[in-house]
């Protein structure tokens, strides 16, 4: 149980693009989902933690208009890279928890964003 | 604020041999522990998580962690690795439903 489905798993697209990610909770609701960017061989950052029918809350430092998210279903969270530029290349994670403060993040197995 | 530190950015371990993977955190209040494994270009993958209660927590494939409050610690074991479990290995710690990792340790095993 408790699996989330990240799509594409990997995509490459011409700078000024826009690109959009899915996550979808496959056999839970999940009530808030996280948006995370990796660099290489470095540590998971939070980009925004977003729940249902509300807007994101965003962390310090990441731009709410270059990564637009939209949470508009208990199961599915989407985040898109607006005019995408080479400094977005990244790899970038999704996870979701369902109801109850006491439950883990179940994670997706990430994008690897790559921008020409 | 809370934060994890795991020291060892690298460890290399021989195939059979025990492991022990470092995390020391720092929070507040009661923390809710976690360690993910994750494989290259890969999600994480949960391996076990400390909430309440036993402070000895049996995690998959053969992993366990013991939470120390006096040391601020949440150390990952094996008795004997496999060669499969060559991954990167994160700690984190959860507060207000916030994850926070450690920097991660790569672990190698040699034949």
């Known amino acids: 149980g408790a699996v989330v489905s990240q799509h594409p798993s990997w995509v490459i697209c011409k700078s000024g693009t826009s690109v959009k990610i899915e996550c979808r909770s496959l056999?839970?609701?999940?009530?808030?989902m996280f948006w995370y960017r990796q660099f290489p061989k470095q540590s998971l950052m939070l980009m925004a933690t977003?729940?249902?029918?509300?807007?994101?809350?965003?962390e310090q430092g990441v731009e709410k208009d270059k990564f637009l998210i939209n949470h508009a279903s208990l199961t599915l969270s989407t985040l898109t890279v607006t005019s995408a530029h080479p400094e977005d290349s990244s790899f970038y994670i999704c996870s979701a928890s369902d109801e109850g403060g006491n439950q883990p993040q179940h994670f997706g197995d990430g994008t690897r964003l790559s921008i020409l | 604020a809370q934060s994890v530190t795991q020291p060892d950015i690298h460890i290399t371990v021989s195939e059979g041999a025990s492991l022990e993977l470092r995390c020391n955190y720092s929070y507040g209040a009661t923390p809710y522990l976690f360690w993910y494994v994750q494989s290259p270009g890969q999600g994480l993958q949960l391996l076990l998580k400390y909430f309440s209660g036993d402070t000895l927590v049996q995690g998959i494939k053969g992993f366990e962690a013991e939470f120390k409050r006096s040391q601020s610690s949440f150390n990952l074991r094996k008795p004997s690795v496999h060669w499969s479990d060559a991954a990167e290995y994160f700690c984190?710690?959860?507060?207000?439903?916030?994850?926070?990792f450690g920097t991660g340790t790569r672990l190698t095993i040699i034949p």
């Open positions: 056999d839970f609701q999940a009530t808030t």
């Open positions: 977003s729940n249902e029918g509300s807007k994101a809350t965003y």
């Open positions: 984190a710690v959860r507060g207000n439903e916030k994850l926070t």
